[in-house]
């Protein structure tokens, strides 16, 4: 069985969705095309490469994340050195290195620009902070002047694992052309960001691509949970406040999207044993997380069928037809059940 994953970002817990992927492929699930934010972005990534579940966890088990985030010498000037490269590249570390060794893992398999990618095959979510907007890449790269299938797939994947503060943002100039001028002219910058801004969960990509019925391939979704409620996140200052800020936007629209409509097609996975930005993880933390989703998807797709899917899908359509038309880019939404 062919399905459609979408992947939810999660930082160094992304192992966890590994888990859930090798559980489904366990049980005879294929993956036709993936979508995610974040560390989500990196795992649709590597399966739209053609890496099994399998080949993924071994690769992040040897992976030493704390390479991630190499100091330089603003964060060994005493008290205000890392305060002066925030202020002065916009985050604590480079996204060099992530960007480098997605670069090196996909070349692996033969991978650089979409265009070695089947048509479709992966959709990556990002946010561009100055202009305001959600990107979905490659498409949207279009509006920068940028040809879709000649971008690189790792630069997307960084521009999507950008936390803000954390990471530097990816800077571009948006091209355009203007008569009576030779060549491109360069506007003013923009920084484009992690998507988890705007869309930490994007399991509505592919239900823009509702056309038929009978649907031929499902989409399910991966997303990384807390065993309980968190409560009140404590705020104590202005970095606290920010950290309380970017986590209510990145889960308060897809939580309610996926609570009205989504919950059948969402494989929930305990996560909340690692924090987000916790690179110096340890081996048997990367074991418990990556267990952790092989347990979700195992205890997922052990009842999952595609006629029950369908069926709750149904249902979930003629609920959220409004809603979804306005998704899908049309005023009809997707075509009653025949």
Same mark, same amino acid.
Request: hydrophobic share 40%.
């Given at each position: 069985m062919r399905v459609n994953g979408v992947f939810q970002g999660g930082g160094v817990k992304g192992i966890g969705l590994v888990g859930a992927v090798y559980a489904a492929e366990r049980r005879g699930i294929a993956f036709h095309q993936t979508a995610g934010t974040s560390v989500g972005a990196v795992v649709a990534a590597l399966l739209a490469a053609g890496y099994t579940g399998e080949e993924m966890r071994d690769l992040l088990l040897e992976t030493p994340f704390g390479s991630f985030v190499q100091k330089n010498w603003f964060h060994y000037i005493y008290v205000v050195g890392p305060a002066v490269r925030l202020?002065?590249?916009?985050?604590?570390?480079?996204?060099?290195?992530?960007?480098?060794?997605?670069?090196?893992?996909?070349?692996?398999?033969?991978?650089?620009?979409?265009?070695?990618?089947?048509?479709?095959?992966?959709r990556?979510?990002?946010?561009?902070?100055?202009?305001?907007?959600?990107?979905?890449?490659?498409?949207?790269i279009a509006a920068y002047g940028i040809d879709p299938m000649r971008f690189s797939v790792a630069k997307a994947v960084r521009m999507s694992c950008s936390l803000p503060f954390f990471f530097d943002?990816?800077?571009?100039?948006?091209?355009?052309?203007?008569?009576?001028?030779?060549?491109?002219?360069?506007?003013?910058?923009?920084?484009?960001?992690?998507?988890?801004?705007?869309?930490?969960?994007?399991?509505?990509?592919?239900? =823009?691509?509702? !056309?038929?019925?009978?649907?031929? *391939?499902? %989409?399910?979704? $991966?997303?990384?949970?807390?065993? &309980?409620?968190?409560?009140?996140?404590?705020?104590?200052?202005?970095?606290?406040?920010?950290?309380?800020?970017?986590?209510?936007?990145?889960?308060?629209h897809d939580l309610r999207y996926i609570e009205r409509h989504s919950r059948f =097609?969402?494989? !929930?996975?305990?996560?909340?044993? *690692?924090? %987000?930005?916790? $690179?110096?993880?340890?081996?048997? &933390?990367?074991?418990?997380?990556?267990?952790?989703?092989?347990?979700?998807?195992?205890?997922?797709?052990?009842?999952?069928?595609?006629?029950?899917?369908?069926?709750?899908?149904?249902?979930?359509?003629?609920?959220?037809?409004?809603?979804?038309a306005k998704i899908a880019g049309g005023p009809s939404g997707p075509p009653a059940k025949k």
């Open positions: 202020f002065l590249k916009k985050g604590l570390y480079s996204g060099d290195p992530l960007e480098q060794w997605i670069e090196d893992v996909l070349a692996r398999k033969g991978i650089r620009s979409f265009a070695d990618l089947a048509p479709n095959a992966l990556v979510v990002a946010s561009d902070i100055s202009l305001g907007k959600m990107l979905v890449l490659p498409d949207d943002p990816v800077k571009f100039r948006v091209k355009r052309r203007e008569p009576g001028k030779r060549g491109p002219v360069f506007g003013k910058p923009t920084y484009i960001v992690d998507g988890a801004i705007l869309s930490n969960y994007p399991l509505w990509i592919f239900d =823009r691509d509702i !056309k038929e019925w009978p649907l031929k *391939v499902p %989409t399910i979704g $991966f997303q990384l949970v807390g065993s &309980k409620d968190p409560g009140p996140r404590p705020i104590h200052g202005p970095i606290t406040m920010l950290q309380a800020l970017f986590s209510t936007m990145s889960a308060a =097609r969402t494989v !929930k996975i305990l996560s909340d044993m *690692v924090h %987000t930005t916790e $690179f110096d993880i340890s081996n048997d &933390k990367l074991q418990e997380l990556f267990r952790s989703g092989v347990k979700a998807g195992e205890e997922f797709f052990s009842g999952w069928t595609f006629t029950g899917y369908s069926n709750e899908l149904d249902q979930w359509i003629k609920q959220a037809k409004p809603e979804l």
